[in-house]
Each structure stands twice: as C-alpha cells, then as structure tokens.
C-alpha cells in the first residue's frame, strides 16, 4: 500500500505528538502511585541507600528496583523535581517507539509500516498517560519491547550483540516488574518461532550469551532483594517474618499475583483485558480488534502454512498473552501497556493490508469511528472547559487548536483512507492531550490537599522534618514537595503528639480536640482522590460536596 504519507508528514505526526509528552512533564504528581513512588525513590537519593526500598514505614516489597533507582539517579542529577522523576521513564518510552520501529521494519521490510506502528504506540492512551502518571510500567514496556527485538533479531542473523542484548532487555524487565516482563518476551519470541520455525538458533553456543547477560543484568535487585530482606529474618513484611525477597521476586510476586493471594482479587470478569483495550488502545482500537479478528481468522483458514510476508509474532503473542492475563485474578488496565508495541505493530500492518484491497467498505467503517471518536473528545473537550475547569490555560488552548487544524486538514485531505485513519488518530491523540495536559490535569491536581499544604508550607518557611502525619495517610505529595519523608505515626500516637506540627484530615482533627489539645491551625486544602473522578465532582456546582478537608496545625 502506499500510504501517501511523506516523510514530510511523518516529522509532523512526531512532532505533534512530542508536544503532549513534553507538555505532560509540567503537570505536578497526582496520587496515589505516580507521586508515592516519586518520594521512594526520593529516599534512596537523600539517603543515598539505594538497596532499601520504603513506603512510608514500612519496607516495601511489591515492586523491584530498576524504577527507582534510575528515578533517585535522575533526581540527583537535575534535583528534586517532578521533571525529573519522569525522565526516565520519557527515555524508555522513546526506546521502545524506536524498538517498535525496527521491529516492525524487521518483519516487514517496509519503513513506512515502521513509523506508523511507532506512532500508533506513541499515540496510544494509555502510554501517553504513562509518561505523565509515572509508575513502572513505561520502564517495563520499554524493556520489553527492547528484549524482543534484540531476540528476534539474534533468531534471523545469528549476531551476539542481539542476544546480548536481548538477556539485557529481559534483565530490565524483571528489574521493572518481576518475572511478568520476562513472560511477555518469552511469550512473543515463543509466537514468533512457531510460525518462523527458527529453532536451531536456540541451540547455538550464542545463546549462552544471552543467559549470561541476564544473570549479570538481574543480579543487582536480586542482590538488593537479598540486602533487605534474606538477611533480616526477623523483620515483619505483610504480616510475616522471615519473608526472602529474592524468592518473592522470582517467583512470588508474579504467581501470587495470578492466583489473587497477597494482593487481592479485584476483577472476576474474564474479558476485562479485551474490553479495557477498547480506552487503552485509543485512537486505534477499533481497527486492533478488526486486525486480530482478520489475522486470526487467516491463519486458521491457512491452517498455519508458511506464507512470505506473513508473521505469527503479533497476533499470537496478543492471543497468548491476552488469554494468560485473563485468568489473572488480579487485574488492572495498566497491565497492558507491555503489549502496546506488539499491538501497534498488528494494527499498523492490517491497515497496511486493507490498503491493498479494495476492502473499502471496511476502510469506511474505521473512518466513521475515527469521526465518532472526534466528535466525543471534541464534546468531552467543550463540557470540562465551559462547565468544569474554564480556561485556564490561553497559551495551552492555543496549542490545542493548533492540533485541532492539523487534525481538520486530515479529516478533510484527499489521502488514501488507510492515510487518513492514521493521521486523523495521532491527531487527535495529540490534541486531546495537549488539552489535558494544559487545561484539565493541571486543574486537578489543585484538589490534591499534600501538593497545596507543600506550597504553603514553603511560602511560611516551615521545617518539613517537624511534620508528622497518620501512618495511614496516602498524601505521598505532601513527602515530594516537601521534599522530606514525614514522619508518619499511629492515629493513637498522632493525638498525644508531642511535634510542632501535624498534617490531619479534618474527621480525624474531631478526634485530636476531643483530646483536649491545643493549636492553631498554619494551612488548609481541599482534597479528592484525583485518579477516580465522579460526575459529580467534575459538575463546578456540585464538586465542594464532593472534598474533603486536610489541616496543618501547630502543636501548642
């Protein structure tokens, strides 16, 4: 197909979408996760102890180390920021766009296919809200993406840097998020040799190599894990004593995970994924489901024959690892981002193959619910701007309509339709973002009470290290811009305090003057849990019923 998109038109997809990342590193940390993991990570670069990872209190085994330790190095070298805490995860981002590119150039010899599987990823939600509301998933995806397309590489030309590279990847992964990231890679590379039967390089000398790298790339958090908690029998983790974290990360972690023990089984509906791809996967979504449909059903009418120009990495990999996840007892949507690349790459090169065929009919189907998706974000744009938030932003809402021109002349262009969908999605991506980014996150994160009492407590020259807080508290904001771990006590402890100041909810305040203490009260704010907004919260007229209050005192 011929998309009749320049390299003209390529620089300007990329650049409009680089203008909602790089407008996305501005906007302050909401919580939970994004900002309690910025102030442990924060810890290890004021401590300079990076083999103890904690949450508050407590010492924290869920998540390994790789996402903190390269946020606290990026801290120590651009300071004590939200920027830099999110850098990081920006660069691994831009790997696996990269990543996804030669992947996608690799199986299809096309490099016009190549970078619109790379802006489809880039393009995606639930990525773009990954560089924004950082948590380990941008280093996982950028991880794994980097190990397939080192090991698939390695499998067609037999080079020791791939394999190298590719046991570094998988070291990254589980340095990210466990042994689930090392899963995916396997899963894929699995898919891909099934259909490729290039098994023979598995059995080449090289492939020691890869082991090798892996171990060596792995053994720094296993170490750490080892550090922490093999040696420290005696310390209470999740109720118990004599937790070994190196068995936790290898093997815990992941299968407790599946089997809902330890964390919890939040969702029983075994369609979850399939559906949650339906935001995730936005703008592209429709046409996702449209080419695993098609390519499914093309290896079964096949019957799995060898075809050139074919390929079972993708669709299989999506098959297998759509259906493991799926009996996971405990699920979140952000589990997918790791197979983001993977579908870009599917969706990239089906509308590549529709563009072949004179399956127009289909083509306009995709169009309409491009045009469908613009009209709702255009509609949900209108009502946050004349009925939630106004304009807070003029300089911001000014960007938002340049994406919206660029947008229009796509929509309104005479490409071929398989062009059109491209361009009009990652239009839109970006001018939903840069809208979000400029006019609506910035305007949440006023309601997080830690962020505003953190302001405050700068312009009144207050000492952070005489604040103490609830041990229950999740105001991680409050730790990060501060930038000082605050003390955290029990409830009980919390009213017999003896500090200068504390930081409490205003139901739990009832119950420190019912103790008969003394103070006054330095600064105040309106609080919302932010990440799990309500209608009624984003109606201006209903939304003060919907805060809660937090305090600062002084303890008299």
Known sequence: MSTQLSDKDFIVLYVALSVAYFLGLFVPLMENDAAQHASMAMRMALNNDYFHIYKGNEPYLDKPHLHFWLAAWSMKLFGINHIAYRIPAFLFLAMAAACTYKLTHMLYRDRAMAH???LMFLSAQTIVLSAHDVRTDAILTGAVIFGVYHVVAYIKNGASVHILFGGLGAAMALGAKGMVGVG????????????????????RW???????????????????YYQQFDL?????????????????????????????EDFGANSPDYLFFFHSLLWVFIPFSVPLYGGVFSRTWYF???RFSKSNGCEFLTVGGFWMIM???SFSKFKLPHYLNSLIPIISILTASYLFQLGKQPAVRTTKIYLLAEYLLIGIGLALMFYLTGF????PSVGGLLLVAGAGVLLARSVWSNKALTSRIVAIGIYFAAMLNIFLNTQFYPQLTQYQAGLQIAKQIREQGIEPKDIVMPDHYTNWTLDFYTQTNIERIPMDAAIQATAKYLFISAPDMEQWKAAGRSYETVAEASHYRITRLKPAFLNAETRSEQLSRYILVKVM
């Open 116 to 118: 619109v599987a790379a």
């Open 323 to 325: 259906l493991i996840f």
């Open 388 to 391: 939630a938030f106004g304009v």
């Open 184 to 203: 995916i890679i396997g899963v894929c590379v699995f898919a891909y040799l099934l259909y490729s039967r290039e098994w023979g390089q598995f059995f």
């Open 232 to 260: 420290h029998p005696e310390m209470l983790v999740r109720g118990e004593y004599g937790v070994s974290g190196v068995r936790f990360i290898l093997w815990d972690q992941s299968f407790k995970r599946f089997s809902g």
């Open 300 to 302: 079964i009418k096949s």
């Open 206 to 224: 090289k492939v020691l190599l890869g082991l090798m790298s892996f171990v060596v790339g792995i053994t720094p958090v296993l170490y750490a």
